[in-house]
């Protein structure tokens, strides 16, 4: 198992930034993929950035070259630096983990999601 507890999130105004963390703690050598979602108000989920086992990145458009995602191997925590916030930027951001262990021949899997922190752009 994988628990998950994410900071960082409140209330900033249009063009400023905020750095949001996550920390994970359990089965922690298990995990291959980690990622930041947000919802929109009256939205559906929608991945905003994620890192791959290899350490490859992918980003949504709406986001590309103003946040940046990273994880910290040592200390088992993924960040979200956001810059040049905007109005259409506030959300529920969520952190998720995907999970894999056992053998070659058998690899189980198990995803998790953190409870979520609220970031709200305006002025």
């Known amino acids: 198992q994988v628990q998950l507890v994410e900071s960082g999130g409140g209330l900033v105004q249009p063009g400023g930034s905020l750095r949001l963390s996550c920390a994970a703690s359990g089965r922690t050598r298990s995990i291959d993929t980690m990622a930041w979602y947000r919802q929109l108000p009256g939205s559906q989920r929608e991945l905003v950035a994620s890192?791959?086992?290899?350490?490859?990145?992918n980003y949504a458009d709406s986001v590309k070259g103003r946040f940046t995602i990273s994880r910290d191997y040592a200390k088992h925590t993924l960040d979200l630096q956001m810059n040049s916030l905007k109005p259409e930027d506030t959300a529920v951001y969520y952190c998720?983990?995907?999970?894999?262990?056992?053998?070659?021949?058998?690899?189980?899997?198990?995803?998790?999601w953190g409870q979520g922190t609220q970031v709200t752009v305006s002025a």
């Open positions: 998720y983990v995907r999970t894999r262990w056992g053998p070659v021949e058998r690899i189980y899997e198990k995803e998790f």
């Open positions: 890192v791959s086992s290899d350490g490859s990145t």
